[in-house]
Structure formats: structure tokens, C-alpha cells
């Protein structure tokens, strides 16, 4: 692996202590190397999904890099001692990406939404970030895939020689995905979930002072009551409450060595 990055544990869920140079630099490493990886951007949402399915934390676990989206998981990170780590939002690791695809070239895959959606996402690549070549975008039918349809659309990708992959299921779909299909398809997967809607117009993307002063949460949540009521209602002051017993459990360590 083409990495030397330190992977901390937030609830028994492993994420990398990076920034979002780095994280870009990573994955621009693996995309010359035509190497199947791939890439999850943790939350809190994330997080607890994993909390309590042993079975989706290893794939988070398996995951090449796993970057803090989330602040509370940035922050947890640094509460634990790590050094140099940002937060790395889904939507600004998609802009550098897709910076990165326009200055290198690069041929970039969509997987994921409407197909409404994953048209003017991939309208919005070719007016914003002219260079880089959109090979493929893929909606997905709402549903399970047979055999055959799901190696149609790898076939699909591969043939059309993408080598970075957004992947936008949502969570705890896309990440189940990309660990399925690592080393069947030739790119680098990223799982970016909502920036589809966000880049596509679906939905509004916070302010950037509202991001700043780390109320993107309660923007997301009084934009859609019904579905995220629970994601930050009922998840988030569990991630609280467990993480602050791993933070007492670490400290407890630390005193008596």
C-alpha cells in the first residue's frame, strides 16, 4: 500500500489521521498505479452504523482510507492526540478530485441517484471542471442487482476506462459496494453519498459560514426533518455518550502508565 498514514480508533472504527492534501495526494498515487481501491468518508452517521454491525465495521476496517467528513469524528480524532488531521468533507474531497481529474486529464465514473440526478451531476462536471472526461454515469435501479446486471455494470465501467469512481448509495450501501467490487473495478471508488444531490441541485448544500461554525448538521436536519431526525436526533448523542467513555477509558490508561 502506498501509504504512511496513522489510522486511529473512534469506537472501534478505524480512521486515518490525514488532511485533504494528503488525501488527494493518496489517491492521484493509487490512480497512476491502476490500483483498485477504495475510499470512505466517516461521520457520525457512519460511525454508528458500524457501532453496531460488527460485520459493516470490517468494512470500513478493509477500507485503503477512511477520511473524517464528519467534525465531531475530526475532533474526536484530535481529543485522542493525533496531530495534523482536518476535517475532510464528502463535497470539498469531491472538489479536489474533480480538480485534480480536470488537471491530469483523468476519466471519472458516477454510480449512484436518479437518473435525473447523475445527468446533471455530470452536467456540472463538464461546465465546472473542463478536462476531466465523464466515462461513465450509472443509476442504479432502487433495488437488488441479479449477477448479471451487477457485472454488466462493471463491465460498463471498466470498458469505458474510468479510473475514479464516485459512488453516491449512500450510507452504509456505498461502502458495502466498493469492498464488493474492489478488484473487480479497475479504479479508485469513492464514496461520496449526498454530494450527488449536492452537485447535481437536488438539494442545498450548507453556507459556508454555517459549516464553519459546525452547524451543517442542524442546516441538513431542518432541510429534511423526516429523513434525518433519527441520524442526528438519536445517533448523535450516542456517538457522545460512547465516545466519551472511550475518552475516560483512554485517559484512565494514560494516568496509570
Known amino acids: 500500500m502506498v501509504r504512511d498514514v496513522q489510522r486511529r480508533d473512534i469506537l472501534g472504527i478505524g480512521v486515518d489521521v490525514v488532511t485533504l492534501g494528503l488525501s ?27 457501532f453496531d454491525d460488527p460485520a459493516f465495521r470490517g468494512v470500513l476496517q478493509r477500507a485503503d482510507l477512511v477520511v473524517p467528513d464528519g467534525k465531531p469524528i475530526a475532533v474526536g480524532l484530535r481529543l485522542l492526540g493525533a496531530r495534523g488531521v482536518e476535517q475532510i468533507r464528502g463535497a470539498d474531497l469531491s472538489r479536489g478530485l474533480l480538480r485534480l481529474a480536470a488537471n491530469r486529464k483523468l476519466v471519472v465514473g458516477l454510480y449512484g441517484g436518479t437518473e435525473r440526478a447523475i445527468g446533471q ?34 463491465q460498463r465501467m471498466n470498458e469505458s476506462g474510468v479510473q475514479m469512481l464516485l459512488v453516491g448509495l449512500g450510507c452504509p450501501k456505498q461502502e458495502k459496494w466498493m469492498a464488493d467490487h474492489k478488484d473487480k473495478v479497475n479504479a479508485v471508488m469513492v464514496g461520496v453519498g449526498a454530494v450527488f444531490d449536492f452537485f447535481s441541485g437536488e438539494r442545498s448544500e450548507a453556507p459556508y459560514w454555517v459549516r464553519q461554525i459546525g452547524m451543517e448538521w442542524l442546516f441538513r436536519l431542518l432541510a429534511e426533518p423526516g429523513r434525518l431526525w433519527r441520524r442526528y436526533l438519536v445517533l448523535g448523542p450516542r456517538f457522545i455518550w460512547h465516545f466519551g467513555k472511550q475518552l475516560w477509558v483512554e485517559g484512565k490508561s494514560a494516568v496509570r502508565r
Open 24 to 50: 488527494i495526494s493518496l489517491i492521484e498515487q493509487w490512480i497512476h498505479l491502476q490500483s483498485s481501491r477504495y475510499v470512505c468518508v466517516s461521520n457520525v452517521h457512519m460511525c454508528m452504523e458500524a
Open 121 to 154: 451531476f455530470a452536467d456540472y462536471i463538464e461546465r465546472h471542471y473542463p478536462g476531466a472526461c465523464v466515462g461513465c454515469a450509472i443509476s442504479p435501479p432502487f433495488r437488488a442487482l441479479d449477477s448479471s446486471e451487477d457485472a454488466a455494470f462493471v
